[in-house]
C-alpha cells in the first residue's frame, strides 16, 4: 500500500511532513523543527511517530529531535557528513544508501551546498522526492556552507530522475521563488501560468507543494543553469553553467 502523507505548516513557513504506512502503523517525520507543530499533527492524525528523517543539521528542522525521543520510541536517521552537528541519530547514512521504512525504499541522495552534508530522500516506487532546504519551488536554498560547483552538480544530478516525481520541499517560498525567476525568464508562459497559480493556491489558503519535478526542470532557474535562454537572459551565454549558477544564487540573495 501506498504512503499516506500529512502536510502540515511549521513555525512560520517551514513545511512538516508525516509519513504513514497503514498497514504497519509505522510514521516518520520528514524533519524535526517544531515540536508544538509536530505534536499537533500527530494528534489530529492520530499515527504514532516511529522514524524521523533528517535532511540538514539547521536548527528549524532538527531542533525537536531530542524532545520528540524523550516522548516517543523513534529512529533518527540523518546525513553521516553531518556529523555530530546532528544529535541523537541512531542511524547515518550517506548517498547511495538505500533505507527502508517499513517496507518502502528510500535512497539517499546528495544535495549539498546550502550545508555541506544536506542529503534527500527518494522513494523511487511511488515517486517522492524530499528535498529539504536544497531545492524549492522554482528556487533552490541558499549557499551557506558549499560551492557553487558542488550545489549545481548536485541540483543537476536530480533531472536524471524522472519527470513524474513528486517533490516536498522544506519551505513555503514559491511565490518569492516564482518572482525571481520570472525576473530571469520573463517571457516563458508556462512560468507565468506557475506564478498564477501559486497565487491562486495561496489566496485560497492552499499549498503550492508538492511540486512536479518535470516542472521544476522546465521552470526553475536553478536547474537550468546551462539553459540558453537563462544564460542568455543572464548576459552570460559563453559562461559556464556554474559560473550561471553561482550568478543567479547571487543575484536570489540580492532580489
Ligand atoms: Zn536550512
Ligand atoms: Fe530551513
Not at 516522548?71 to 555530530?84: C, Q, W, Y
Not at 533505507?99 to 523511487?124: M, P, S, W
Not at 519535478?213 to 543572464?234: H, S, T, V
Amino acid at each position: 500500500m501506498s504512503i499516506k502523507i500529512e502536510i502540515f505548516l511549521a513555525y512560520k513557513d517551514n513545511f512538516g511532513y508525516l509519513l504513514h504506512d497503514e498497514e504497519s502503523g509505522a510514521s516518520a517525520l520528514i524533519d524535526a523543527g517544531d515540536e508544538k507543530a509536530i505534536l499537533a499533527a500527530l494528534k489530529r492524525t492520530g499515527w504514532e511517530l516511529t522514524d524521523i528523517f533528517i535532511t540538514h543539521h539547521h536548527l528549524d528542522h532538527t531542533d525537536a529531535i531530542a524532545s520528540l525521543k524523550k516522548k516517543f520510541n523513534v529512529k533518527v536517521t540523518s546525513s553521516l557528513a553531518e556529523g555530530d552537528k546532528i544529535p541523537l541519530s541512531d542511524r547515518k547514512v550517506s548517498a547511495g544508501e538505500k533505507i527502508n521504512f517499513a517496507g518502502h525504499e528510500f535512497y539517499v541522495i546528495n544535495l549539498r551546498g546550502h550545508t555541506n552534508g544536506h542529503i534527500g530522500y527518494y522513494n523511487e516506487k511511488e515517486g517522492l522526492l524530499f528535498t529539504g532546504d536544497a531545492l524549492f519551488s522554482l528556487g533552490c536554498g541558499r549557499m551557506f556552507e558549499g560551492t557553487a560547483e558542488i550545489m549545481w552538480r548536485d541540483l543537476a544530478a536530480l533531472r536524471e530522475l524522472p519527470d513524474n516525481i513528486l517533490v516536498y520541499c522544506g519551505h513555503e517560498y514559491s511565490l518569492a521563488n516564482a518572482q525571481f525567476a520570472l525576473s530571469v525568464d520573463p517571457h516563458n508562459e508556462k512560468l507565468k501560468k506557475r506564478e498564477q497559480q501559486i497565487r491562486n493556491q495561496l489566496a485560497a489558503g492552499k499549498f503550492t507543494i508538492p511540486t512536479n519535478l518535470g516542472e521544476e526542470k522546465a521552470l526553475n532557474p536553478f536547474l537550468r543553469a546551462d539553459d540558453p535562454i537563462i544564460k542568455a537572459n543572464m548576459g552570460m551565454e559563453n559562461a559556464s553553467p556554474t559560473k550561471v549558477f553561482a550568478a543567479l544564487r547571487k543575484a536570489k540573495d540580492n532580489f
